[in-house]
């Protein structure tokens, strides 16, 4: 009974196609332009203050970032059930600090497989150890981010990116959402 309840209420089970692929696409192409911004705005600063030797470093550490950005998506994917969000933050939280574990513990030879080499190094393990100190914050982030937006919200789904980690969290804290913590 409350699963038919819900399905009625629910925007994915009543709009048509065409205005759903509106209400959830327009956002979301906006947060990744956004987020696209981010990364080339880091790379022009990055290139001008440490120079193509700091861009190579960057690049060298970005697949632990898209790693960390791939399982995030997935547990915030596949958490945006009814009741099933305290756990998927749960499992959050426990798998982005496994991979900075992992990833910290053993940065130098995860650097070589990512194609380091040692011009690159010095460089890459200073910029990876910051990256490996902030993954479980983007991580979160991020799952809480796929989490609203599965939720039926994908315009706080992009305000969270435009406005950073903390605007998630605290809209998944103080909204009247459905979702429940459980």
Known sequence: ME?????????FATEPVGRLILKFAVPSVIALLVNSLYNIVDQIFIG?????LGNGA?????????????LSMMIGNGGAARK??????TLAVL???????????????????????EVLRG?????????????????????INSMIRADGS?????????????????????SSSPLEWG
Request: with cysteine; proline share 6%.
């Open 3 to 11: 699963n038919t309840a819900t399905q009625q209420q629910s925007p």
């Open 48 to 52: 001008w203050g440490v120079g193509y």
């Open 58 to 70: 960057t690049n060298v550490v970005f697949p632990i970032t898209i790693v960390a950005l791939a």
């Open 84 to 89: 099933g969000v305290g756990n998927a933050v």
């Open 95 to 117: 798998v982005s600090l496994v991979l900075t574990a992992v990833f910290l513990l053993f940065i130098d030879p995860l650097l070589t497989l990512f194609g380091a080499t």
């Open 123 to 143: 460089y890459a393990l200073e910029y990876g150890f910051i990256i490996g100190l902030g993954l479980p914050f983007m991580m979160i982030s991020a799952a």
């Open 154 to 174: 994908p315009r706080y789904a992009m305000g969270s990116i435009v406005l950073g980690p903390s605007s998630t969290w605290c809209w998944t804290r103080s």
